[in-house]
T-cell receptor, first 116, second 113 residues
Framework: GESVGLHLPTLSVQEGDNSIINCAYS??????FIWYKQESGKGPQFIID?????DKRQGQRVTVLLNKTVKHLSLQIAATQPGDSAVYFC???????????????FGQGTILTVHP | SAVISQKPSRDICQRGTSLTIQCQVD?????MFWYRQQPGQSLTLIAT?????????ESGFVIDKFPISRPNLTFSTLTVSNMSPEDSSIYLC??????????FGSGTRLTVV
């Protein structure tokens, strides 16, 4: 079936650096994308989302970029902090037009480690 | 966003037994989702649970193994039946609320011995 995958399974950065986590998706019908952060022993926590009618969206210290041409999604974290260390997942939904509900398909996950 | 409570948070079970996981939401939601996260892996959807109708299962998951109840708009249960060590995973409940996106519970960490 359709899947969402990640280029880099692990990423190590120094505190204060910017981090970029990438995700490739294969379902061209996907129109809603979400980035989640999962810390050890916890469920996924929403970070930021973007709809397919946008190519960039910014939050607090985070930016999501969407390139529909090459089916690529990225999460940029500015001034990465040790508290950002976690597993990051991208997820896609292909039913988010109008009434938004439907299942999410998750990517592989990237382990981000931030060194002080 | 919705607040989700999952019980139990973790359990160690004997093979051949069954475990029922509860998911309680602090607001009414139309759809609830159950995911499995095997050790070191990503999340895989097991089924979608609508109130008042049978759950819709994803490929590779069957009702006899993972029966689901959805008695009202704030509660659901997932049972892992006739467990084997391969069922050792984190099981996660999720809800979607229009305008608020998807929220996950903290998960149930199941170990089958």
């Amino acid at each position: 079936g359709e899947s969402v995958g990640l280029h880099l399974p692990t990423l190590s950065v120094q505190e204060g650096d910017n981090s970029i986590i990438n995700c490739a998706y294969s379902n061209s019908a996907s129109d809603y994308f979400i980035w989640y952060k999962q810390e050890s022993g916890k469920g996924p926590q929403f970070i930021i989302d973007i709809r397919s009618n946008m190519d960039k969206r910014q939050g607090q210290r985070v930016t999501v970029l969407l390139n529909k041409t090459v089916k690529h999604l990225s999460l940029q974290i500015a001034a990465t902090q040790p508290g950002d260390s976690a597993v990051y997942f991208c997820a896609e939904n292909a039913n988010a037009g109008g009434t938004s509900y439907g299942k999410l398909t998750f990517g592989q996950g990237t382990i981000l480690t931030v060194h002080p | 966003s919705a607040v989700i409570s999952q019980k139990p948070s973790r359990d160690i079970c004997q093979r051949g037994t069954s475990l029922t996981i509860q998911c309680q939401v602090d607001s009414q939601v139309t759809m609830m989702f159950w995911y499995r996260q095997q050790p070191g892996q990503s999340l895989t959807l097991i089924a979608t649970a609508n109130q008042g109708s049978e759950a819709t299962y994803e490929s590779g998951f069957v009702i006899d193994k993972f029966p689901i109840s959805r008695p009202n708009l704030t509660f659901s249960t997932l049972t892992v039946s006739n467990m084997s060590p391969e069922d050792s995973s984190i099981y996660l409940c999720s809800v979607e609320r229009q305008g608020y996106g998807y929220t996950f519970g903290s998960g149930t960490r199941l170990t089958v011995v």
